[in-house]
């Protein structure tokens, strides 16, 4: 009795673990991810990313920080993370991604975009279906994964589903321009 009761808790303990919740905050989903490897930081900042978030950045601090926890521009002391403000986003309507490249404690990942329209300003899109390539330098530093290259830099991308629902007061045609699936 004692072998089966012990069993059953050791497969519920397995269980519990393989179905962990979701962190809560940003930052927690960060610190996971960096843990886990260079995929999952990259899965976790491209989620984040089509999801809007990117639009936000100096609006919310716990996205902030957990976004500054992920990169790390080398060389620097203190993690400089400064991107450019951009003008234009792409719309997209998926991605994919794959570990190019893990050699010790560095690592390429290759993400691609399908791209299905131009968003600049506030009304303005514009169809532009296409393949973007998205290379991207990690490296395992203070025990964490993170993005160390500002070559790793890109406009920010939004998925057609969170670009709807943030333009959802727009004009008609914007609207229909987005719905549009290829």
Do not use: N
Not at 134 to 157: C, G, N
């Amino acid at each position: 009795m004692l072998r089966s009761s012990s069993l059953t808790i050791g497969v519920l303990l397995l269980f519990a673990c393989q179905h962990a919740p979701e962190p809560t905050t940003y930052l927690a989903a960060a610190a996971q991810a960096s843990q886990r490897g260079p995929l999952d930081v990259v899965r976790l900042l491209a989620r984040w990313d089509t999801a809007g978030k990117t639009l936000s950045y100096g609006d919310d601090a716990d996205y902030d920080s957990a976004r500054d926890f992920l990169i790390c521009w080398l060389p620097s002391e203190q993690c400089q993370t400064d991107e450019p403000g951009w003008d234009s986003h792409s719309v997209v309507s998926g991605y994919t991604m794959r570990l190019a490249i893990q050699d010790g404690d560095s690592a390429l990942v290759e993400v691609k975009y399908d791209k299905v329209a131009d968003w600049s300003g506030a009304s303005h899109y514009v169809v532009d279906q296409q393949p973007i390539r998205w290379t991207v330098h990690l490296e395992r530093t203070d025990a964490r994964w993170r993005v160390v290259d500002p070559e790793s830099q890109k406009e920010p991308f939004i998925s057609r589903d969170a670009a709807l629902r943030l333009m959802a007061r727009t004009r008609s045609d914007t609207m229909a321009v987005l719905s549009e699936r290829p």
